[in-house]
């Protein structure tokens, strides 16, 4: 997610904790060129608070945070992304001043193979 003067920030919905800001300031988006955002998630054991993310923008490491629950059951696990972008919140307040612009491209999911046994 990105804030007012570009300020950038992880919005993530956990377990028990649904809409909360994780990181915000630890980087600033640059506006008028691309930008490479990569982030990589670890799923927490079931019944742990072992989770992390991870934040690269532009190659550089912005973001680690640990101790995270995204799941309470081993069934729940990573088969795709879901992506919206938008003016959060409600009242006149949340609306753009002015015409807004941009582009998403290049997305690229991995995901370790699950090894039975």
Request: hydrophobic fraction near 35%; aromatic fraction near 14%; proline fraction near 4%.
């Amino acid at each position: 997610m990105w804030r007012e003067d570009g300020q950038g920030e992880l919005y993530a919905y956990l377990v028990g904790r649904e809409g909360e800001s994780i990181g915000r300031g630890s980087w600033y988006f640059p506006s008028g060129r691309w930008v490479s955002v990569e982030q990589e998630v670890i799923l927490n054991t079931p019944g742990e608070e072992d989770g992390i993310v991870r934040l690269w923008i532009d190659g550089w490491p912005v973001l680690e945070q640990r101790g995270l629950v995204y799941r309470t059951t081993e069934e729940v696990g990573v088969d795709g992304v879901m992506f919206s972008t938008f003016f959060g919140g409600t009242g006149e307040e949340w609306r753009t001043p002015r015409d807004q612009h941009v582009d998403f491209a290049d997305f690229r999911l991995f995901a370790p193979s699950r090894r039975s046994g």
